[in-house]
Nanobody
Framework: VQLQAFGGGLVQTGGSLRLSCAASGVTLDFYAIGWFRQAPGKEREGVSFISSSDGSSHYAESVKGRFTISRDNAKNTVYLQMNSLIPEDTAVYYC????????????????????WGQGTQVTVSS
């Protein structure tokens, strides 16, 4: 399973970006996808999650109402639409995948994921 995250860039406060997580070597139909981010000097944190079984999603409190996760199984891609960006959103963003079972409420825990993309830098200027 190979994941590629892309779509990052430099935006001003209040701007938007859409990140994509494209998979190869496997169909994402049976994989739950999480988006994580890691800012300099900070631990990696879970940002959002989407299930493959029922399309349910979760968000970190810090991004609720601003970020939206979605998936297009036909394109084997998961998206993270990020609106109203603030400087605190600056980080390297990673997507990760795992089979969609046994995750429970631990969607935000990076140790629960098996496959990782390489990360894409998001920088929000003030």
């Amino acid at each position: 399973v190979q994941l590629q995250a892309f779509g990052g860039g430099l935006v001003q406060t209040g701007g938007s970006l859409r990140l994509s997580c494209a998979a190869s070597g496997v169909t994402l139909d049976f994989y739950a996808i999480g988006w994580f981010r890691q800012a300099p000097g900070k631990e990696r944190e879970g940002v959002s999650f989407i299930s493959s079984s029922d399309g349910s999603s979760h968000y970190a409190e810090s991004v609720k109402g601003r970020f939206t996760i979605s998936r297009d199984n036909a394109k084997n891609t998961v998206y993270l639409q990020m609106n109203s960006l603030i400087p605190e959103d600056t980080a390297v963003y990673y997507c990760a995948a795992r089979p969609d079972y046994g995750l429970g409420d631990l969607w935000y825990s990076d140790v629960m994921y098996d496959y990782w993309g390489q990360g894409t830098q998001v920088t929000v200027s003030s």
